[in-house]
């Protein structure tokens, strides 16, 4: 029988690189999405489980809303605006940049909060970069937009502020009834499978090397994942979108596609807790960002 009272579903809402995935994986204590200083890093909603005393929190990292350039971004997009329909709170996710604003992305967020009448925390991130006086414009702007439970400042990158929201956020999880089970067991992280971060991984490696429109026209995919005598065997496709720039990706002599890999794998054995033994393919296929079967078939 479970410990677990109260369990709930929580999305987190916001822009291109304010830190959503950043701060689940700080919430949850282990690198479950894949971070970048690359817009758009995030492209499927991704489940990160926190079970701590009574309560677990389901969250729903999701893509960064943007205005879409291809019919991935169509996808994105609309995988924003689902999640919002169908869990129990949200953090709305900031970032105090310069003069305190609401922008389109923000704006249209808080009118599906308000279309929804869904529960939400404002969540101001990177506070171990902002002058602590910088905020109070931008908490007296949001909360004359909407009503937020609670506005709590905090910083993925220091762990400043989680404690307090987790906190706020335990108020807003729906009680278990009685008999009910939790969403998720206790030790689970996760509903993805090890062959998707897998692929993750290695499209954040990539993320990190590649300049300019090239990283946005990658994909990976798992293509075998076998375990025996505790060492996993793992062979992922990187897809580029264009035969130009494939010879990119590999790098000369191979050099970018073996350092992707190498800083790829590390962190697989850290999440794995296993040996991995890692194969990379590259392959092209033109214009994949607009093809609805080759987006169907990377799970997008």
């Known amino acids: ?162 404690d307090d929201l987790v906190s706020s956020l335990a108020g807003l999880l729906p009680p278990l009834e009685e008999g009910e089970e939790p969403l998720f067991p206790e030790d689970e992280l996760t509903d993805q499978p090890e062959r998707v971060i897998a692929a993750e991984f290695v499209r954040e490696r990539l993320l990190w090397h590649l300049e300019k429109e090239i990283p946005h026209g990658v994909a990976t995919q798992t293509e075998s994942f076998e375990e025996k005598d505790g060492v996993c065997e793992i062979a992922v496709v990187i897809v580029a979108e264009k035969q130009s720039h494939k010879g990119i990706i590999i790098g000369k002599q191979g050099s970018l596609l073996k350092k992707a890999g190498t800083e790829a794998r590390l962190e697989m054995e850290k999440l794995f807790g296993c040996r991995v033994y890692l194969t990379l393919y590259v392959r092209v296929k033109d214009d994949w960002r607009n093809s609805d079967f080759m987006l169907k078939e990377f799970g997008y």
Not at 36 to 50: E, Y
Not at 101 to 119: D, F, H, S, T, V
Request: net charge neutral; glycine share 8%.
């Open 1 to 162: 029988m479970s410990d677990i009272k109260r369990c709930g579903t929580v999305s987190l809402l916001g822009r291109p690189n304010v830190g959503k995935s950043s701060l689940m994986n700080a919430l949850i204590g282990e690198k479950i999405a894949i971070v970048s200083p690359k817009p758009q890093t995030t492209r499927n909603r991704i489940v990160g489980v926190l079970t701590e005393g009574e309560n677990q929190f389901v969250f729903m990292d999701t893509p960064g809303l943007h205005a879409p350039k291809s019919k991935l971004g169509d996808r994105m997009v609309k995988t924003v605006y689902e999640t919002c329909e169908d869990v129990d709170a949200a953090l709305l996710v900031i970032e105090c940049r310069g003069e305190a604003r609401i922008g389109k992305p923000e704006a249209l967020l808080i009118e599906r909060l308000k279309a929804m009448e869904l529960p939400a925390i404002l969540v101001i991130n990177k506070t171990d970069i902002a002058e602590k006086s910088a905020l109070l414009p931008w908490i007296a702007l949001y909360a004359a937009a909407y009503d937020f439970r609670e506005i709590i400042p905090v910083s993925a990158k220091t762990g400043e502020g989680l």
